[in-house]
């Protein structure tokens, strides 16, 4: 007797294990928590925010270069592709030496761009047209063209302050006073003669670093947020803030050697790669975050006042751990709406991408944003190479797929939707970057024209791409199979409730294929499957293992409707039998509609 009940309790412990461990198992495979809302703003979709970089967009009077009117000219196609926000990189006075983001007046547009006239004129259109402006905001550094910084360097208050300065090194005459070094390459110091101090730069050294700790600077920012908020700006990409601090302590204070770190080549000094060091003084500092607090309540009081919601995005190119703080510590202390998710442009190359990558990449992101976060996806930008470039032309479709459907807000930087690859090298003589970023920089390609339809008279600031007579805004538009039409039909699919308020489910995935499923109760759940592997790839997507625990998703039904892929007429569906494995060509994309509605 004893055995039998020794029998009966091993077996209802056994047992009670095997459940809790196979609903713990799924749980984990499926519970991603995501941030609830009830009520979507603007910028939380079902529109991607589109990035424009104005000098290559469209060209208005003959000058080679895009600007304002060519912006406004072209808000018909931003209309049809289903964009309702908008992100202008930087449109500000400046020497261009990096091409806007070296600002010498914030309140003026740079006359190769139009004029502030130009710029309420585009803004009007835009209201009219039930569309939200993006505005780029250098918040680190001016340029050295700017008038405080003349003032500074020559001690007129309350100027004097405005920037980091510093003495050299102690015991020396020239030396910088650390070994501090700049994002693009060298010494982040520069000795101004007429000072006798050295200026921090953590860009180029005509960029002179802003110092955020002056009451007066930052009563200056704030006055620049008011400006451009009253001439109907609806939030505002905060460039470069990780860098807005630094340790104040100088000489010295030398930022450690990155262990495992080799150059390639043999560098010493104030040559040595930016990457070669921790920058444990120069980045991410304490004072960072009450900062940012500060331009939120600002913001929001704002918005308030006028009833239209602004908000603030934060560039932070870090780990997640750390890019994940500039969301603030809770729904009390919020900070940046969104900081910018990198993960998809820093962990993915064509040398190391898979399923399994893709999907650790993702959910690296995912369980780190808060539940007073929002979630948003990056795959290009003006200082990374295009999609097309970095992969391949045939994984465009998948990749705006993934990035499209995934929750949260999409970040589609300008020629994406085309699938547009690097522009050519520039010769030394048309060179307008000198990190070498003109290849993502090129203009749009309107038609199969001698100028693209880019410009009229004379030749575009850069080079156009070398397929643009067959590669361009015409042909797709009369194509049912182009990379447009299939982006086009994502952002129409976001409008459903399903991708606007559902959960992700994100299964296992294989070396070949990433897949997630969107479902919401009451709707029809979707499936979104990518082959990113260069070989035919299937997969069962109800399968289970040996053990008999899932590694697939219960809720995929044994039929659905394959609604997009890549490279496909949009106008087709088709049928798919789920319980048979399906096949993915190389580099293709599928939007699959389940059967039945989630109960």
């Known amino acids: 007797m004893i055995h039998v009940l020794e029998s009966v309790f091993s077996t209802i412990f056994w047992s009670f294990w095997i459940v809790s461990f196979t609903s713990v198992f799924i749980l984990l495979m499926l519970g ?31 000058d080679g270069i895009g600007d304002l009117k060519g912006i406004q000219k072209r808000l018909g196609y931003l209309q049809r592709l289903g964009i309702k926000t908008v992100w202008l990189s930087p449109i500000y006075q400046s020497p261009m030496k990096d091409n ?5 007046n914030f309140k003026q547009v740079d006359p ?24 780029d905001f250098v918040v680190n550094h001016t340029s050295d063209q700017h008038e405080w910084f003349q003032k500074s360097v020559k001690r007129i208050p309350p100027y004097s302050d405005y920037y980091v300065w510093s003495d050299p090194m102690r015991g020396t005459k020239d030396q910088p006073p650390n070994n501090w070094l700049s994002v693009f390459g060298g010494s982040a110091w520069t000795f101004n003669k007429q000072r006798k101090q050295f200026y921090l730069h953590q860009f180029f050294p005509e960029q002179p ?62 040559d040595r790669n930016y990457d070669s060091l921790l920058h444990i003084h120069t980045t991410n500092q304490p004072e960072t975050f009450p900062l940012l607090r500060e331009w939120r309540k600002f913001l929001d009081v ?11 995005v934060s560039e932070v190119y870090d780990d997640p751990n750390v890019v994940a703080k500039y969301f603030g510590i809770d ?30 990449s993702v959910l690296k992101w995912i369980s780190r944003v808060p539940p007073h976060g929002w979630n948003n996806w990056v ?3 003006h200082d990374n190479g295009r999609i097309r470039s970095r992969f391949d032309e045939k994984i465009v479709d998948a990749m705006n797929m993934i990035v499209i459907l995934l929750p949260g807000t999409p970040v589609t930087y300008y020629g994406e939707e085309l699938g547009l690859a690097d522009g050519p090298e520039a010769d030394d003589a048309q060179a307008r970057d000198p990190m070498g970023r003109d290849v993502a920089r090129g203009p749009m390609p309107w038609d199969d024209t001698k100028n693209a339809g880019f410009c009229s008279n004379k030749a575009p600031w850069l080079p156009l791409g070398t397929d643009h007579r067959t590669s361009n805004v015409k042909a797709q538009l009369a194509s049912q199979s182009s990379h447009f039409s299939v982006y086009s039909a994502l952002v129409k699919l976001r409008a459903q409730s399903v991708f606007k308020f559902g959960g992700i489910l994100l299964p296992d995935a294989t070396k070949q294929i990433f897949w997630f499923l969107r479902h919401l109760k009451g709707h029809r759940s979707y499936l979104i499957a990518a082959n990113v592997s260069q070989q035919t790839a299937e997969i069962n997507f109800r399968d289970s293992n ?5 590694r697939r998703p219960p809720i995929v039904t044994e039929a659905g409707t394959i609604v997009l892929r890549s490279s496909a007429d949009v106008r087709r569906r088709s049928s798919v039998d789920l319980r048979k494995p399906v096949t993915l060509q190389p580099h293709e994309g599928v939007v699959i509609r389940l059967a039945l509605k989630l109960s």
């Open 302 to 312: 704002h918005s308030q006042k006028d009833g239209v919601p602004r908000v603030m």
């Open 379 to 381: 795959v290009g930008n």
């Open 546 to 550: 040996e053990k008999g625990f899932f």
């Open 32 to 62: 991603l928590k995501l941030p609830t809302v009830s009520r979507l703003e603007w910028w939380q979709g079902p529109s991607p925010i589109y990035q424009i970089y104005p000098k290559s967009f469209q060209d208005s009077n003959g």
């Open 112 to 135: 190769v761009f139009g004029t502030l006239e130009d710029f309420k004129s585009l803004v009007g259109d835009m209201k009219s047209k039930d569309m939200k402006l993006l505005m």
């Open 331 to 360: 729904s009390f202390d919020q900070l940046s709406h969104f900081p910018f998710n990198f993960n998809l442009l820093t962990d993915i190359n064509n040398d190391n991408i898979s399923g399994f990558l893709m999907r650790d």
């Open 100 to 104: 806007g983001y070296d600002i010498s």
């Open 209 to 270: 670093d802003l110092n955020l700790r002056s009451t007066a600077v930052r009563n200056e920012i704030l006055d620049i947020f008011r400006f451009w908020m009253d001439e109907g700006v609806h939030g505002f990409r905060l460039d470069a803030i990780k860098h807005g601090f630094e340790d104040m302590n100088f000489d010295g204070k030398n930022e450690p050697s990155r262990p495992g770190f080799r150059e390639s080549r043999t560098v010493a000094g104030a």
